[in-house]
């Protein structure tokens, strides 16, 4: 009995001495429930998409998906939440923004988003609108930027150095006009004070505006994109509308730690691109005009690298800097 329980004793504590991510590198990932950690508010495309996946994703993992929101500093909170737990069962959800510009803009940064992260996965892209309150009493982008030459005034967006930060920072400069900026804590409170006409317009995700475009609460000046959207065909992208060379599209992503085991990325990413391939998600993204992309690791780091080198451009243009 002595010798048997030496050896349990000591086959336990072996197992406790594993790496983390041993299990998973021997085919037994998950162990536990899995952690979304989607660095944006509730109501931000990232949140939606987790939503709208994490019913598939838990039966095909046969684990718990929980969907943990850590908004703050443009999607940086959730990355520094993800690289402390570094369990190999807590993955980041958010803009490829908090890669491709936030080491632009935050140069004190305590990590390097693009070392210490490996991507899973590209979930789907989307386009920014720019919005404004029916009390402006413009329609197109000539007579907003006639407005704003007139008079000082100011737009919203989901915070510094987001999506809608950046697009229309690169408008401003392209076309020459200037409007102050009012970040918000995420496009949902952003969306509100615009809709409330504390401030004027706005530059926020497509899904965010769109159903309220569609309600007449909000005026569509332009989107980002290099398309226009499918739900709104009648909305000019910017470079139709003026701004000629402009577009500006993002994506929405996954990403885990460096130290996480090949296996493990393989495994979610296949499982998220089967989820995002059911009819019923597919029509949901399309009625938010977000286009599914479901790519591997090599191809997301691909894209990504090639984002970071055109924005870091526009950051050093307009000498934008937040720390």
Not at 10 to 34: E, N, R, S
Not at 120 to 139: I, N, R, W
Not at 193 to 217: H, R
Request: net charge positive; aromatic share 4%.
């Amino acid at each position: 009995m002595r010798f048997i329980a030496r050896t349990l004793t000591a086959a336990l504590a072996g197992a406790a001495m594993l790496p983390l991510g041993a299990a998973a590198a021997d085919g037994a990932w998950p162990t536990k429930p899995v952690r979304l950690v989607v660095a944006f508010p509730a109501g931000a495309p990232g949140d939606i998409i987790s939503r709208l996946i994490q019913p598939s994703l838990q039966k095909a993992l046969g684990q718990p998906v929980v969907v943990d929101n850590k908004p703050g500093a443009g999607g940086n909170i959730g990355m520094q939440e993800v690289l402390r737990t570094n369990d190999s069962h807590t993955v980041l959800v958010g803009p490829d923004t908090m890669f491709t510009i936030n080491p632009y803009l935050y140069k004190k940064l305590a990590f390097k988003p693009m070392e210490d992260f490996v991507p899973v996965t590209q979930l789907a892209s989307f386009s920014q609108e720019l919005v404004c309150h029916p009390s402006v009493g413009v329609k197109t982008l000539p007579e907003l930027l006639a407005v704003a030459k007139k008079a000082p005034m100011s737009y919203a967006s989901g915070g510094p150095g987001v999506p809608g930060h950046m697009a229309m920072e690169m408008l401003l400069s392209t076309t020459g006009a200037n409007m102050q900026h009012v970040a918000y804590r995420g496009p949902g409170p952003a969306m509100q004070d615009v809709l409330g006409g504390s401030v004027p317009c706005g530059f926020l995700a497509s899904p965010v505006v769109g159903p309220l475009i569609k309600d007449g609460k909000l005026v569509p000046i332009v989107v980002s994109g290099s398309k226009r959207l499918a739900s709104q065909p009648s909305v000019p992208t910017a470079a139709e509308a003026g701004a000629k060379g402009y577009e500006a599209t993002f994506a929405e992503m996954m990403a885990m730690p460096r130290s996480t085991p090949p296996a493990v990325i393989d495994r979610l990413q296949a499982e998220v691109a089967k989820a995002m391939a059911a009819p019923e998600v597919r029509e949901r993204l399309a009625i938010l005009d977000l286009d599914p992309l479901a790519n591997t690791s090599k191809e997301a780091s691909q894209r990504l690298r090639a984002e970071s080198d055109r924005w870091g451009k526009v950051a050093e243009r307009i000498n934008l800097q937040l720390d």
